[in-house]
């Protein structure tokens, strides 16, 4: 069947409502020192429910809600999933805005936000799969996923100059406010554009329905597939590093010195991403390869978590330290980060017919699991074990190399390379 030209229209919406999500995520994970005196008196950052919460809530949340979404999103369609989802967003973005002095108000917000998150992004491979040919579902979910990049990278480097971030200046962290409003105008706005242009396939295309045994079942034959067993390492590895690296990069950046939070190295890192999620799985797509493509971002992995981890031991002074973390931080997010998409299509295509949304779930999932254990690992007694944190992702990240080698490539890559040389 031709594609639809609709199917743009449908990644557009779904893009937005992604970067939006994104935003509201870290919107105060790259001004925390900033957000400390904000919500002075409101707030113990000795407490569990502190700053750096707003930032792990996503992450806690998303362990209990990913696989009730994924079953919403297999079971009533993806536009019933998104839709909700959706709603959820616009809803909670504008309490958000409203309640922006008040950190128990921001908080809850916040929680609403986080419940929203996986109905949006556990949607992504079960769109592509929908309403895209095979050979542009990398490229899709690529730029599905570079939407979420970009928004990191909004709530990165965007917020500290929307809340002032420099503690030698009168308006340190006075912007609060100004800059919910207008995360949280901008998150409704996406909101509605899904709702009202969300279609559930294209015309004359019927997607069989998961029923509830089925969706139960490819979640333990995924579960038993050594590909997709493989696989949730490199999703418990990378994306874990990535979610810790987000939610603390002030922490990192006052852990090297810098007085200012300028969300830098949470930037540098989106922006590599970025660059490297145009790239990498639209050559995985042209060369039919998933695996060679993720073996190569599983080695340009290494060198940027080394970097991190050892900027301290390598910089002569403060200047050279932070500029090897942001060298750093840019190889990290261009590999790491393209190499999401990449793995989300390859799980959909080792593990097939389990429903798409289940395989990207469950990959998020073990993602966010790693990414809030490593966090609070982290923030322990005021982050007396960030350091040593990053020393462990650096022996990981070599782990995760190593278990790389042992994927099949996908068998739907091997059939498509066959029939095209015939």
């Known amino acids: 069947m031709k594609p639809s030209p609709y199917r743009w229209v449908i990644l557009i919406v779904l893009m937005l409502v992604t970067f939006a999500t994104s935003i509201q995520w870290l919107t105060h994970a790259a001004v925390v020192r900033p957000a400390e005196v904000f919500y002075k008196g409101q707030v113990?950052?000795?407490?569990?429910?502190?700053?750096?919460?707003l930032a792990l809530s996503y992450m806690l949340i998303f362990l209990v809600m990913s696989f009730p979404a994924s079953y919403i999103i297999d079971t009533y369609g993806i536009k019933t999933g998104l839709t909700i989802g959706s709603v959820m967003v616009g809803v909670f973005s504008i309490t958000k805005a409203i309640y922006a002095t008040s950190f128990n108000g921001v908080v809850i917000s916040q929680l609403g936000l986080a419940i929203a998150q996986p109905f949006i992004l556990n949607a992504v491979t079960a769109v592509t799969v929908r309403w895209f040919p095979f050979s542009e579902r990398g490229l899709a979910a690529g730029l599905a996923v570079l939407a979420q990049y970009i928004g990191i990278i909004i709530a990165m480097l965007v917020t500290p100059l929307l809340v002032g971030s420099h503690p030698e200046l009168a308006n340190y962290g006075t912007g609060f406010a100004q800059m919910l409003w207008i995360y949280g105008i901008l998150s409704l706005v996406s909101s509605l554009a899904l709702i009202l242009l969300i279609r559930e396939n294209p015309e004359g295309y019927v997607y069989p329905v998961q029923v509830d045994s089925g969706f139960r079942k490819?979640?333990?034959?995924?579960?038993?597939?050594?590909?997709?067993?493989?696989t949730l390492v490199l999703f418990f590895v990378g994306l874990g590093i990535f979610n810790a690296v987000s939610s603390m990069t002030d922490r990192i950046s006052e852990m090297a010195g810098v007085k200012d939070s300028d969300g830098l190295i949470g930037g540098i890192m989106l922006i590599g991403?970025?660059?490297?999620a145009?790239?990498?799985?639209?050559?995985?797509?042209?060369f039919r390869k998933r695996k060679l493509f993720l073996v190569i971002c599983l080695i340009g992995m290494v060198p940027?978590?080394?970097?991190?981890?050892?900027a301290g031991n390598l910089g002569l002074n403060t200047g050279n330290t932070y500029l090897i973390l942001l060298i750093s931080s840019f190889v990290l997010?261009?590999?790491?980060?393209s190499a999401g998409p990449i793995a989300f299509q390859y799980a959909a295509e080792v593990s097939h017919p389990v429903p798409e949304s289940a395989s990207q779930g469950i990959l998020l999932w073990v993602g966010q699991l790693s990414g809030m254990l490593f966090v609070a690992g982290m923030s322990i007694d005021h982050n007396a074990y960030l350091l040593t944190s990053m020393y462990a992702f650096a022996v990981l990240s070599v782990l995760a190399l190593m278990s790389v080698f042992f994927l099949r490539e996908s068998p739907m890559m091997v059939a498509e390379t066959v029939a095209v040389s015939k």
């Open 44 to 53: 113990d950052p000795a407490s569990f429910i502190n700053i750096d919460f």
């Open 218 to 230: 490819g979640i333990r034959d995924m579960l038993y597939n050594r590909d997709m067993q493989i």
């Open 273 to 276: 991403g970025i660059i490297g």
């Open 278 to 286: 145009l790239i990498l799985p639209l050559l995985s797509d042209k």
């Open 304 to 310: 940027g978590v080394f970097g991190l981890a050892f």
């Open 333 to 337: 997010g261009f590999f790491v980060m």
